[in-house]
């Protein structure tokens, strides 16, 4: 693994943070709103094919390029991770089930609970909408965790832990239990006034795909978050290495 040098922000657009890079793996701070890879809709502003553009330097004729290896809601934001080589996604991705994914959630409603998992198996619709069935035939078994940070009057803050790794899966299943995210147009009832989904990738470990090396990454809590519930669980904007907080990564 290769020393992490300072990122050329000239070629980066505004909104995309670089949490770290070296010349296998490159992570990123995902702001609301934009793409993980092209659509039918939209294939250009993506963030894959920003940062194709930011390891090309600029040049169109260059061999350097990034691979996907999971991807985020349109307006889900939050850390995300690109591969540099083939051999660095399959890696990745083989490790994925044991990759510890956390998010911060802003739900409506009370909660009953404190704490709790959330079962179910879940299915697609031909229109690419996800729902949880009991069909276990064409579901797919899902496990969401959650616990409450703080309850306001009308919503509340969730850390959610993704135990398995399903499309839409955190939405439809707090959608499922009477809560769902705060903004949700899709699975929810969609909240006056908010422009975002309340729903934030806040932190991920897994271990580096050549080195073994276990990398820990952690954002701040979204400003929207603290103003619908109010100050929960703020830190620092610092992301971390192995123990190590280093502030944008640059060395």
């Not at 894959?48 to 390891?55: A, D, G, I, M, Q």
Request: proline share 4%; hydrophobic share 30%; glycine share 8%.
């Amino acid at each position: 693994m290769s020393k992490n040098s300072a990122p050329n922000t000239r070629f980066m657009p505004q909104g995309i943070r670089i949490l770290y890079e070296d010349r296998d793996i490159l992570v990123i701070d995902k702001p609301p709103g934009l793409l993980t890879i092209a659509t039918d809709r939209e294939q250009s502003k993506t963030a894959y094919s920003y940062l194709t553009e930011y390891v090309r330097k600029g040049s169109t004729t260059s061999r350097k390029r990034i691979f996907i290896v999971h991807r985020l809601d349109r307006e889900t934001s939050g850390i995300l991770i690109f591969a540099k080589t083939m051999e660095a996604k399959e890696n990745l991705q083989g490790q994925w089930d044991t990759t510890q994914k956390k998010y911060l959630a802003v739900v409506q409603g009370t909660m009953k609970k404190n704490s709790d998992t959330i079962t179910t198996y879940l299915a697609e619709t031909k229109a690419h909408g996800v729902y949880s069935t009991a069909d276990s035939v064409n579901g797919m078994l899902s496990h969401t965790a959650y616990k409450v940070l703080k309850q306001s009057k009308s919503c509340a803050l969730l850390e959610v832990e993704l135990l398995t790794g399903r499309k839409h899966q955190i939405r439809v299943h707090l959608a499922g239990i009477g809560h769902p995210v705060v903004g949700d147009k899709r699975y929810g009832k969609g909240t006056k006034g908010q422009k975002r989904l309340a729903l934030h990738a806040r932190s991920i470990s897994f271990k580096h795909p050549f080195s073994g090396k276990v990398l820990s990454f952690e954002t701040q809590v979204p400003p929207l978050f603290n103003t619908l519930v109010g100050i929960a669980g703020s830190k620092p904007d610092t992301s971390k290495i192995s123990g190590v907080h280093r502030d944008k990564h640059r060395e």
